[in-house]
Nanobody, 113 residues
Framework: QVQLVESGGGLAQPGGSLRLSCAASGFPFSASAMSWYRQGPGKEPRELVARVSDDGSIRYADSVKGRFTISRDNLKKTVYLQMNSLKFEDTAVYYC??????WGQGTQVTVSS
């Protein structure tokens, strides 16, 4: 079955960096668009942060452009989210998703001084 396992969350200071990873299995990863979403405290619904298509095209939310970078490694079946210049408002649970249908369990990112 489809499995998405996120890792790499944690605590960072404003201006700091974190790198999230999502290990995928159970589906043709290289043929799937993969996305990162986030849900901030008390916020609904989940916000699309970044998406990388199977052809490598990339889309970012305006709020993270220039600071976050999504990438994928089809051999490792893993999608990454490099987050730089973190801000307080980046605090959220970050979810990996396949096509907005399948979801990982989420990883907490907290930006605090």
């Amino acid at each position: 079955q489809v499995q998405l396992v996120e890792s790499g969350g944690g605590l960072a200071q404003p201006g700091g960096s974190l790198r999230l990873s999502c290990a995928a299995s159970g589906f043709p990863f290289s043929a799937s668009a993969m996305s990162w979403y986030r849900q901030g405290p008390g916020k609904e619904p989940r916000e699309l942060v970044a998406r990388v298509s199977d052809d490598g095209s990339i889309r970012y939310a305006d709020s993270v452009k220039g600071r976050f970078t999504i990438s994928r490694d089809n051999l490792k079946k893993t999608v990454y989210l490099q987050m730089n210049s973190l801000k307080f408002e980046d605090t959220a649970v970050y979810y990996c998703s396949r096509q907005g249908i399948y979801w990982g369990q989420g990883t907490q990112v907290t930006v605090s001084s």
